[in-house]
């Protein structure tokens, strides 16, 4: 086979995937459910995991996620949690995301006022790539001024390393 040959049938492939990709799209309907192509509800399978309403409704209520020390970086599970808070974020549009990021006590406080911002912004960015439009989000960092934990150990440390997010009305 010629190489023209070789590149065409790539190209011939290329597109015939990228159509059939476009079928299997999610869409909204006027009901705010996510349907593919076909009009097959996919509510339960929006950004690839299937939840049970119950599985759904526990990650909801968790408002808090974690950070390794000296890190703003998200985990696997904090990625899980906040996947179902941009599904819950984009349901309804008249809700506003407020994203508190905090610090242990250890570090000076500029420093921890910027770890905390950064959380804060992570959780957000992450939030706006799900389509969560950035005018509904704010963020602000506490630092270490609001511990959860007073102790100081390494368990009380963990627990006051976190973003939590505080849901409000737009307007």
């Known amino acids: ?18 159509l059939v990709g476009c079928t299997a799209s999610k869409n909204r309907n006027a009901s705010n459910e996510y349907t593919d192509s076909n009009g097959v509800n996919t509510a339960s399978n929006f950004y690839g995991e299937v939840l049970s309403p119950e599985q759904e409704l526990a990650l909801l209520n968790q408002k808090v996620v974690h950070f390794a020390y000296d890190d703003s970086r998200l985990t696997q599970q904090d990625e899980r949690v906040l996947n179902v808070h941009a599904k819950y974020m984009l349901d309804h549009p008249n809700i506003s995301l407020r994203i508190k990021g905090h ?5 000076g406080r500029e420093y921890n006022i910027a770890l905390g911002e950064r959380r804060a912004q992570t959780v957000g960015r992450f939030l706006e790539t799900k389509g969560v439009p950035s005018n509904r989000l704010s963020e602000v960092s506490y630092g270490k001024e609001q511990p959860i934990s007073l ?21």
């Open 1 to 18: 086979m010629s190489f023209k040959k070789f590149a065409t049938a790539v190209i011939v492939s290329g597109v015939a995937f990228g």
């Open 103 to 107: 610090t242990d006590e250890r570090g």
């Open 151 to 171: 102790e100081s150990n390494d368990a009380a440390w963990a627990e006051n390393r976190r973003a939590e997010l505080e849901y409000g009305e737009i307007g």
